[in-house]
């Protein structure tokens, strides 16, 4: 599995630790920066890593902005991604399961380092169900 990480100044301390504990586990991973907590512009760094996910260079993204709207919102002006802005456990493993998320996007200023941690475990270790949901996933394309 590779994972695409990106993030605006905001998410920037956030990535860094994430990347570390994914590499730990053996995990390849591709950086879209930032690269530091100068002020940036999310989506210089979301559509990078849109094109990546659709295009198949990487399995799926975390992405990481300060509410994780901004960069989120912008992941999904892109039609093969399906970001979903994930705050804990549960929706993390819904957004897999339901939506078939390709794209995890994380509110760094409002979860801590730890919560993150599992967010990003329970996105990237939980699979799709399927059928119905299958169903619904494909009426989302206008
Ligand atoms: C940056 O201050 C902040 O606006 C950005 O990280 C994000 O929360 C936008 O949606």
Redesign the pocket.
């Known amino acids: 599995m590779k994972i695409g990480f990106a993030a605006?100044?905001?998410?920037y301390e956030l990535k860094t630790f994430l990347i570390a504990m994914v590499k730990n586990r053996g995990i390849e991973i591709v950086d879209f920066g930032t690269n530091s907590t100068a002020s940036v512009d999310?989506p210089d760094y979301a559509h990078p890593l849109a094109i990546a996910v659709e295009s198949g260079a990487v399995d799926c993204g975390i992405a990481i902005?300060?509410?994780?709207?901004?960069?989120s919102i912008t992941l999904n002006k892109h039609q093969k991604i399906r970001s979903a802005l994930c705050w804990n456990t549960e929706i993390a493993a819904l957004a897999r399961q339901h939506n078939d998320a390709n794209i995890c996007s994380l509110p760094a200023?409002f979860i801590s380092e730890n919560e993150a941690a599992k967010i990003v475990e329970t996105f990237i270790s939980t699979a799709f169900e399927g059928g119905r949901h299958q169903r619904r996933v494909d009426k989302i394309k206008n």
């Not at 605006?8 to 998410?11: P, R």
């Not at 902005?65 to 960069?71: A, K, L």
């Open positions: 605006d100044h905001a998410g999310y902005c300060g509410t994780g709207n901004g960069i200023r």
